[in-house]
C-alpha cells in the first residue's frame, strides 16, 4: 500500500513538473513574441517630416513664464490632431564644443506623415491656441523642418 502512494507521488511530481516546464516555455514563447520591432528598425524616427523647433524664452528663469509656457506646449502636444510622434526636452548639459548651441530654452519636435499634415497643422486650433497662450513668452523661435530620405 505504501509503494502504491510513492508510485503515486513520483508520478504528481512527475506530472507537476511537466506542467512547470510547459508553463516556462509558454511564457517564453510569448515574451518573445511581444517583440515584434526589428532592431534595426527601431533606430529610425516614425515620420516622413520631422518638424523642430526652437525656443528661446525671454526670461528663462522666471517660473510663472516657464510655467505657462510648459502648459500651452503640452496642451498643444495632447491636442494636435496631425502630430504623430513627439519629443519636448531642455539643452543638455554635454560637452561643450565649438558646434554645439544649447542656448535656447526648449525644443519640441513634431513628426508628420505627409506634407499636406504639417500643412494642415500650421492652421490647426490646438497650434493656433498655442501661439496665442504662449507667443509673448519668447523672444525667439527657430524651425527646421526635414524630409526622411534614402541615403
Known sequence: MLRKYIIQIKNLVFLSMKFNYLYILITLLIMSSCNNSNESDSKIIEGKIIHSVYFWLNDSDNKEDVKTFETAVKKLMKNSQ???????????????????????????????????????????????????????LWKKVLVFDSIQEPI
Open 82 to 136: 496631425f502630430a504623430n510622434k513627439m519629443h519636448l526636452g531642455k539643452p543638455a548639459n554635454t560637452e561643450k564644443r565649438e558646434v554645439i548651441d544649447n542656448s535656447y530654452s526648449y525644443c519640441l519636435i513634431f513628426t508628420f506623415d505627409t506634407y499636406k499634415d504639417q500643412r494642415i497643422y500650421q492652421d490647426e486650433p490646438a497650434h493656433l491656441i498655442f501661439i496665442g497662450e504662449a507667443k509673448h
